[in-house]
Nanobody, 124 residues
Framework: QVQLVESGGGLVQAGGFLRLSCPPS????????VAWFRQAPGKERVFVAA????????IYADSVNGRFTISRDNAKNTAYLQMNSLKPEDTAVYYC?????????????????WGQGTQVTVSS
């Protein structure tokens, strides 16, 4: 069993930055793909970024490519999402997810374990 607890969300002005963290408990992340999704009020949960376990391969949604960076520290068993140049449209609850089989996925059904989410609010 894997438990994921995101942290690092908050309120920031447009153009600012935040770093989200996802340190899972119960199992090491080092062998599994990890991803970040987000869900804005009244909208579906959508893919943001994902990283292969070795961090040799990463994928980003077009909307965040060049502004967000997914990384992982396997020694600390923690995944991160560095978010720069934040925009009001980035406002959402951000979720960390782990997939214990297969390669990187960009769909929600591709992930086995989810955190409870952390709120990110970007003011204009």
């Amino acid at each position: 069993q894997v438990q994921l607890v995101e942290s690092g969300g908050g309120l920031v002005q447009a153009g600012g930055f935040l770093r989200l963290s996802c340190p899972p408990s119960g199992r090491s992340l080092s062998s599994y793909p990890v991803a970040w999704f987000r869900q804005a009020p009244g909208k579906e949960r959508v893919f943001v970024a994902a990283s292969h376990w070795s961090a040799s391969s990463t994928i980003y949604a077009d909307s965040v490519n060049g502004r967000f960076t997914i990384s992982r520290d396997n020694a600390k068993n923690t995944a991160y999402l560095q978010m720069n140049s934040l925009k009001p449209e980035d406002t959402a609850v951000y979720y960390c997810a782990v997939r214990t089989w297969g390669a990187i996925s960009t769909i929600t059904s591709g992930y086995d374990y989810w955190g409870q989410g952390t709120q990110v609010t970007v003011s204009s």
